[in-house]
């Protein structure tokens, strides 16, 4: 009886501590790695995922997932300072290291590494210089040269699934963007993270993210030696606990992306809508305004009656002519004229009929004389024409011409115009004021010894201009 009664409280306590068995296993283990630092190893040059500082120290997007590992888990660790990647999985192989930091799970090293859950996810995107097309769908690339690092688990992904493609192997991510960015390979395949800081950080600014390949995500975890049970269980209990807020934190400590998707034509056609319409609207009123500047210009050099040049439009091209005849020496008149009578026409048939007088002597003058010569409304009755180019007798004959055409027209209710012009040349020296002076004397001239005559400014040159309009302008 005592013994049964005394062997019943032992048997519940075999059976407790059989069922406290595992448990305690575990945490005798995790015990044991917080009682020391464990060693892993790093890829000490994937920036900025991680990297190795020359003081030994490890940093990167990895480091900092990896410090929030260690304080969740319980578990010191400590990094194992390599030269290269090959080095790091070489050191893990022999048991210097007892984990690797970041990478990704290949069949090849599942062989003798278990992998926590992933501790960071990031898209493989194609970069290719800025030429490039965009690469909607690699399989349908072929001929075209992708270089990659070494020791990568990219490389037996792509070798398997894109055969088409020509696959060259580097020493490190810097030199695979080297030769894309020097035209020595037309791509690379490589995480989007790692892309932007090295296009960034480098400044190889003719290469662009081109393209992404589903499916080819990269899932980073840790890969523990597989005879390490019990650290992978407390780092993957440590891995479990950060959420994608912190992880997205994390990466952007490091590097700050945007992406940028292909756009569906529908899609590209919505979105250009309203920046279209507002382009071409305002390309239209930019054209109604410049029309309207234009009209405003000329308007603004032009008599609103006879739609020749205004005073303001004749005393500009007159100060230009001037300065090019005193450059150059060359010969440059002026023809005043003035309509004879005109204030009796106004006042016999009304001031509408005067207008259409100066409309039509208008159009005449503007078929008289040459292409080069500029004929405006000087005032009133009087008109003014600036001949470049022109003696003092050339002018005369002009203006005899116009004289003569003027004379022979009939104008509205059969009414005969008769004109006074004087005729004044350029002298050296001269301003506008004193051409104009000596061109209204002789228009006054003309006035004065009984109108429908042409008058040149010095009554030395009459005989000389009388011969001309002798040989010139035949008698009426």
Not at 1 to 22: C, D, K, Q, T, Y
Not at 83 to 104: K, M
């Amino acid at each position: 009886m005592a013994e049964s009664m005394s062997g019943r409280p032992l048997g519940r306590l075999r059976h407790i501590l059989a069922a406290l068995a595992v448990p305690a296993q575990l945490l005798a283990g995790a015990a044991a790695h917080a009682g020391e630092a464990v060693p892993y190893c790093t890829d000490p040059d994937w920036p900025p995922y991680e990297s190795i500082t020359a003081d030994g120290k490890h940093q990167g997007i990895a480091a900092d997932l990896l410090a929030l590992v260690s304080q969740r888990s319980g578990v010191d660790l400590r990094v194992l300072s390599t030269h290269d990647w090959e080095v790091s999985i070489a050191a893990a192989r022999d048991g210097r290291c007892r984990f690797l930091s970041f990478l990704n799970r290949t069949p090849t090293r599942e062989e003798w590494l278990a992998f926590t859950e992933p501790l960071f996810v990031d898209p493989n995107v194609l970069v290719t210089r800025e030429n490039h097309d965009y690469v909607a769908d690699l399989a349908g690339v072929s001929g075209e040269t992708m270089v990659l690092p070494k020791g990568t688990s990219i490389e037996e992904r792509v070798r398997r699934d894109f055969p088409n493609l020509r696959i060259v192997l580097v020493d490190s991510e810097a030199d695979a963007f080297a030769m894309v960015s020097c035209g020595k390979a037309d791509m690379t395949l490589r995480s989007l993270t790692v892309a932007v800081y090295t296009i960034k950080t480098a400044g190889w600014f003719n290469l662009k993210v081109a393209g992404h390949v589903p499916g080819y995500e990269n899932l980073l975890r840790i890969g523990v030696r597989r005879d390490e049970p019990d650290l992978l269980a407390a780092l993957d209990r440590g891995v479990r606990t950060i959420s994608a807020a912190e992880r997205t934190a994390i990466a952007n400590r490091h590097v700050s992306i945007q992406v940028q998707s292909p756009l569906d034509r529908w899609t590209l056609a919505k979105l250009l809508v309203i920046p279209a319409a507002v382009v071409l609207t305002s390309l239209f009123w930019i054209v109604k305004l410049m029309r309207v500047n234009e009209r405003l210009r000329v308007q603004s050099r032009t008599d609103v009656l006879t739609g020749l040049a205004n005073r303001s439009r004749l005393n500009d091209v007159c100060s230009s002519e001037m300065e090019r005849a005193v450059r150059y020496g060359r010969p440059m008149s002026i023809i005043l004229i003035d309509l004879d009578h005109f204030k009796q026409v106004n006042d016999r048939y009304g001031h509408v009929f005067g207008d259409q007088v100066l409309v039509e002597f208008a159009g005449l003058a503007r078929e008289a004389l040459r292409s080069t010569d500029t004929v405006g409304r000087w005032g009133g009755e009087e008109f003014l024409v600036l001949c470049p180019e022109t003696s003092l007798e050339a002018a005369f004959a002009i203006a005899e011409r116009l004289r003569r055409t003027m004379r022979a027209y009939g104008f509205p209710n059969g009414h005969r115009q008769t004109g006074s012009f004087g005729v004044a040349g350029f002298r050296d020296g001269d301003s506008i004021d004193r051409l104009l002076i000596r061109a209204d004397n002789a228009l006054y001239r003309a006035k004065d010894e009984g109108r429908d005559r042409v008058v040149l400014e010095d009554r030395d040159a009459v005989p000389a201009a009388a011969e001309i309009n002798r040989t010139v302008c035949p008698a009426d």
